[in-house]
Nanobody, 115 residues
């Protein structure tokens, strides 16, 4: 059974930083391009960042490019999201999944940015 467990969220002031982690189990992690997604209050879930299987390429939504960095450790079956220069509009629940969103979703981790 595939399990994705996100962690690292919290309350931070605007301009601050957070690092999210997502531990994956029940799958061959290195076979998947992975991604981070977020869902703001009252809105749908949207793509934030993606990384290829080997970690050699990354891609980002325009709203976070230059501020967020996605990375992965295939030995630890974990994908990370370093978030810098946080803005109030980054407030959301953050989820990881395969880049196409085809795996079962985890619970996510709440990120709240106060202005």
């Amino acid at each position: 059974q595939v399990q994705l467990v996100e962690s690292g969220g919290g309350l931070v002031q605007a301009g601050g930083s957070l690092r999210l982690s997502c531990a994956a189990s029940g799958l061959t992690f290195s076979s998947y391009d992975m991604g981070w997604f977020r869902q703001a209050p009252g809105k749908g879930r949207v793509f934030v960042a993606g990384i290829t299987r080997s970690g050699s390429s990354t891609y980002y939504a325009g709203s976070v490019k230059g501020r967020f960095t996605i990375s992965r450790d295939n030995d630890k079956n974990t994908v990370y999201l370093q978030m810098n220069s946080l803005k109030s509009e980054d407030t959301a629940v953050y989820f990881c999944n395969a880049a196409g969103g085809e795996l079962d979703w985890g619970q996510g981790t709440q990120v709240t940015v106060s202005s």
